[in-house]
């Protein structure tokens, strides 16, 4: 009982410094000096949310890291054909199949 609070304690944690981060790293999009790492950060940040989010569950790993190979080839081949004047309708692309997943 004790190692699950301990998990669970190391997870809100690492969920409280990906918030930090990926705030940080949204706000840093604003300006073009600190736009690159600010991109980062916030990557930074969702992997790992994810990652820790991924420890805690009882799927086997290799079906998440299936998808999550699956689904970043699928995006970047798209994001590298689309030109950057379609990038709003990309990015609301994106989200659509994002809500279409959590169905």
């Not at 949204?26 to 736009?35: H, N, P, S, V, Y």
């Not at 991924?54 to 699956?70: E, F, H, M, P, R």
């Amino acid at each position: 009982m004790e190692n699950i609070a301990n998990i669970q304690v190391i997870q809100n944690i690492v969920y409280i410094i990906s918030s930090v981060m990926f705030i940080l790293g949204i706000k840093m999009l604003g300006k073009e000096a600190t736009a690159v790492k600010g991109n980062y950060l916030s990557a930074l940040a969702m992997f790992s949310a994810v990652g820790i989010t991924c420890l805690s569950l009882d799927i086997d790993l290799k079906i998440i890291l299936a998808g999550v190979l699956l689904g970043g080839l699928i995006g970047s081949l798209i994001a590298i054909k689309v030109k950057m004047t379609a990038i709003p309708e990309m990015v609301d692309l994106f989200n659509g199949l994002g809500g279409l997943a959590n169905i």
